[in-house]
């Protein structure tokens, strides 16, 4: 893929990029901030690199107007960034902006939201229970998920925060505790054994398959972001026919949440090789080395491009 820069950057004016945020990822987005400021400004871009320091809604109003930007580049992860705060503040404020809106990242942060919305659409998702810290049950969870290992999450977190493996019900009071420092709901999911992959979506079309191998059991926060922890395979070693199969769920799961622009769709693959989708992230990573912009460039678009391809999307949504 080949943008004409020169063309692009006088309408569009100044882009502000916007990273850390006040999340529990706040570093790791600074990172894909960083890397988007730099990968932007190699192309001739107008970059303002706006660093995210409140959760207050006028002091990031304020800010935004000082920076005098005409589009933002939203590179903030977790709760403020993905969960449709942010995307809430640019409209008011009439900025357009790089990915999805405020209802589907809504949907999308939420995993509770997700799992029903895409259950409904008859995507395959793998059995789950939600619960609250209010009305907590470990035997009807138990009763309803038949069997072990299975996985506790917070319902509205990233970069596998808070998540732990539990492989019989003694396991269930330190993840219980540890998923609940995220906030008061969780969702309890029955632990697919099988291979990990990712799938990226650029407007609208399926980017190449990534399978995931961490030297850990699940690939948590450690595995996702200390060198040498896991492998990637690009493109995953599946078969045509499986590629195009999970290519077409991921499609179908980020057009059933309402995605604009990119996302990447995680799935667990079970040893019948049925896919299960894991979760939607509308804001990805976004260094060069991250999982998106890994399946960018085994699809020929290097990292300046796709960055671009998210502003001409934004400016266009905008029009």
């Known amino acids: 893929m080949t943008l004409k820069t020169k063309d ?54 304020s800010d935004l107007r000082l920076a005098e930007i005409q589009l933002a ?45 895409l259950r409904a659409c008859g995507l395959p998702v793998a059995d789950f229970f939600v619960a609250d810290a209010v009305d907590l049950d470990v035997d009807a969870i138990v009763d309803a998920l038949k069997e072990f290992p299975l996985v506790v999450k917070p319902s509205c977190e990233g970069s596998s925060f808070g998540v732990t493996v539990v492989h019989s019900k003694a396991d269930f009071p330190s993840a219980l505790n540890e998923a609940f420092r995220y906030g008061n709901e ?38 996702k972001y200390q060198k040498g922890l896991t492998d990637y395979i690009i493109p995953a070693q599946l078969s045509d026919g499986l590629t195009q199969r999970v290519g077409e769920i991921a499609l179908k799961a ?44 085994q699809a020929g678009i290097d990292f300046s491009d796709v960055c671009l391809k998210l502003i001409q999307l934004a400016y266009g949504k905008k029009k």
Not at 10 to 15: H, K
Not at 255 to 262: D, I, T
């Open 8 to 61: 692009v950057m006088p309408r569009l004016g100044t882009i502000g990029v916007l990273m850390g945020g006040v999340s529990s990822e706040r570093d790791v987005s600074l990172r894909s901030g960083l890397a988007v400021v730099d990968a932007l400004k190699k192309t001739g871009c107008t970059i303002v690199p706006i660093e995210i320091k409140s959760h207050e809604r006028e002091q990031i109003i």
């Open 73 to 117: 580049f939203v590179a903030l992860h977790g709760k403020f960034g993905e969960d449709g705060t942010i995307q809430s503040i640019l409209e008011d404020l009439e900025i357009p902006y790089t990915g999805s809106g405020i209802r589907a990242s809504a949907c999308a942060f939420n995993k509770v939201t997700t799992q029903r919305t």
């Open 186 to 223: 969780i969702i309890v999911e029955k632990f697919i054994a099988g291979r990990e992959l990712t799938v990226g979506i650029l407007d609208q079309e399926v980017l190449p398959i990534v399978e995931i191998c961490p030297s850990k059991q699940f690939f948590d926060f450690e595995a």
């Open 254 to 297: 980020h057009q059933a949440v309402g995605c604009e622009g990119y996302s990447r769709v995680d799935f667990r693959l079970d040893h019948a090789n049925q896919p299960f989708i894991l979760e939607i992230n509308t804001i990805p990573g976004f260094t060069e080395t991250s999982l998106f912009p890994k399946a960018a460039r």
